[in-house]
């Protein structure tokens, strides 16, 4: 072997620890930069003619655990999914419940007034400001269950655009993954450029469920868990148009996938005519009310279903279409056995002095007709008419189980009234019940008893209803629905405005005939009271199992069932993201950089360095030898 042998021999080595100090160099900068993994370079024998020829040095490696790597994707994607729902149900119990300890928030505290009232106003019903106070707390009430119930839609309005940012966020990451495949496909993938793709793979893998795919020149392909393709050769972008205001029966647009062609890139918004594939379909929601089930549409066309299982987007989805609605199907119940048991009592007592008019505020009557034609329709209430002096003028039975409808029933008790006074069937459906004056002009005033009345009847939804005669036509209703929703109630108007017209009298039997109780008699509001006490058959609402249940007992399920909701989501949110940091530090600790050993590194290259140009310093001593010899 030569000197020109050891020489170039030396040079290589030079370079190969040159480009480790350069490495190590570049290891140390980046010690703690995001998503950086430590690179190695490795060295490997030069042959020439199966003769060693000094080092060859290849390019720069990542030290990573690609098992990790794939395993803190996943563990991102869960992180993402139950800290987005955690988030929501956070809220939920701010916005709907109030802060911990708020004493003036919360419907089991405004429930409580209400029967508190009910029960004083019950011990001096003459009382003008126990009858104000009543009313009051009842109006603050049903204002109490309408805001809760509108902040749950607001909050799934909020969800819902908190979604189209996801959706706008992982298409940005798509973006940059298209861009970094396109760099793969030019050249030779280098570490950097993979750090680079690993870190935005996880930023997208937290926010939707995706596998990756390498493809033969390096470059990856996407797609959610669906099997739906978010980046193969091209880059897709997904749409979603969120809802311009939301309510309980809002339809969701579907979230669909487009190819880069189909979008135009003007408005950034698929061209006419494009259809793109569906990720997640349009609806209502997750899980049909038996409101829903029961209706005319279609239960594929309002069910919201989503192939993901991860990600911050189906957190959102699940948040804003599953536990949301939930709450808001307990928020109705609440409606629904308050106005119910609030009515049942207040139709069977009448306002002192007695009414001459009452309107009825069912308008559909289609119910009664089916339950008279069942045979559900059964028993007797009475109908008692009186004088301005309190004589009785007419005392009318009416025997449900002989009438075939509501028509039929009206018109027998219009023929009974005779001159006194008509019931009829407006053109609206409602019955609504007039008396005239008596003899000496002055109006007559009627009292009403359900006595053994019944009009039982199943509903859509499967809950099985009973109600007394007045009760049904609500013809002395106090709770009043004042919209299309379940949760939007008020007072009846003229009661509102007339306090005097609250219902405290009962219809008496004394010797066979009608008494209508004075200005004293407490009996109806007393039922009232004990009708808040009374157990009301709820159906199934969200994790609350169907059961008979007081207001008072099914409220305060309602406000624990959803603190150990929101509890349960953040210690999952606190476990999973406990995981996700340590699956993150067993990575760190194969591919971050350590300081102490890179000092190590750098030391054995340094003297490699040192050697190798110490050996070509004596190899051109050697030469300079050589050729003084031969002067």
């Known amino acids: 072997m030569s000197l020109t042998y050891t020489l170039q021999t030396a040079l290589t080595g030079l370079n190969a620890a040159q480009r480790a100090l350069g490495t190590t160099a570049n290891n140390v900068a980046n010690a703690n930069t995001e998503g950086f993994s430590r690179k190695e370079v490795h060295q490997a024998t030069r042959l020439v003619e199966g003769v060693g020829y000094g080092v060859d040095t290849e390019e720069s490696t990542r030290v990573v655990d690609e098992f990790l790597t794939v395993e803190v994707r996943k563990q991102l994607g869960m992180l993402g999914k139950s800290d987005a729902i955690s988030e929501v149900l956070q809220q939920a119990e701010m916005r709907v419940f109030g802060p911990p300890g708020d004493g003036d928030r919360g419907l089991a505290n405004k429930f409580a007034d209400f029967l508190a009232s009910v029960e004083q106003v019950a011990t001096t019903p003459e009382s003008a400001a126990a009858r104000g106070s009543m009313i009051a707390q009842l109006e603050d009430m049903l204002n109490e269950i309408g805001t809760n119930a509108n902040a749950i839609q607001n909050l799934r309005s909020d969800t819902d655009r908190q979604i189209k940012l996801v959706v706008d966020s992982i298409n940005s990451d798509i973006e940059k993954l298209a861009d970094l495949n396109a760099q793969f496909a030019r050249a030779v993938p280098t570490a950097e450029l993979l750090d680079q793709r690993d870190k935005v793979l996880q930023e997208l893998a937290g926010k939707i469920d995706i596998s990756v795919f390498t493809q033969d020149n390096d470059t990856i392909a996407i797609y959610t868990a669906g099997g739906e393709a978010l980046l193969e050769y091209g880059p897709k972008k997904v749409i979603y148009t969120p809802a311009a205001s939301v309510t309980e029966s809002t339809l969701f647009r579907s979230i669909e996938i487009y190819d880069y062609r ?101 308008s559909g009557l289609a119910d009664f007709d089916a339950a008279a034609a069942g045979g559900t329709a059964t028993g007797i209430a009475r109908l008692a008419v009186f004088a301005a002096d309190g004589t009785n003028a007419a005392d009318i039975s009416l025997n449900l ?209 040192t050697v190798s140009a110490r050996v070509m310093t004596v190899t051109n001593e050697l030469f300079d030898e050589l050729m003084n010899v031969g002067r």
């Open 262 to 362: 189909q979008i135009d890139e003007a408005t950034g918004l698929p061209k006419a005519g494009e259809t793109g594939s569906e990720l997640v379909s349009a609806g209502v929601r997750m899980d049909l009310t038996p409101e829903l089930a029961a209706d005319a549409v279609a239960d594929a066309d309002q069910l919201v279903v989503s192939p993901l299982e991860n990600g911050r987007l189906q957190g959102l989805l699940e948040a804003r279409d599953r536990d949301l609605p939930k709450l808001g199907d307990q928020l109705s119940e609440i409606a629904t056995m308050l106005r119910f048991n609030v009515n049942k009592a207040h139709n069977n007592a009448m306002p002192y002095p007695l009414p001459g008019t009452l309107s009825g505020t069912r």
């Open 401 to 609: 189980s002989a009438y075939a409808s509501a028509a039929d029933l009206a018109a027998d008790l219009d023929a009974q009234l005779g001159a006194i006074g008509t019931a009829t069937i407006t053109a609206d459906n409602r019955l609504e019940i007039t008396l005239g004056n008596d003899p000496t002009g002055e109006p007559y005033g009627m009292a009403l008893s359900e006595g053994t009345s019944s009009i039982a009847y199943t509903d859509a939804e499967g809950r099985d209803w009973d109600y007394g005669f007045g009760h049904f036509f609500g013809l002395n209703d106090l709770v009043v629905q004042d919209g299309t929703k379940t949760t939007e109630l008020a007072i009846r108007d003229n009661i509102a405005g007339d306090h005097t017209r609250l219902g405290r009298v009962l219809l008496d039997d004394v010797a066979g005939v009608p008494v209508a109780g004075g200005g004293g008699d407490n009996r109806g509001l007393q039922d009232l009271a004990e009708a808040l006490r009374s157990p009301f058959a709820t159906i199934d609402r969200g994790d609350l199992a169907g059961r008979p249940a007081t207001l008072s007992d099914y409220i305060s399920d309602v406000v624990s069932g959803h603190a150990a909701n929101t509890a349960e989501a953040e210690n999952r949110s606190s476990a999973t993201r406990a995981l996700a940091d340590e699956l993150q530090q067993r990575q760190a600790s194969v591919s971050g950089v350590n300081l102490d050993e890179e000092l190590s590194r750098l030391i054995v290259f340094q003297r490699a360095y």
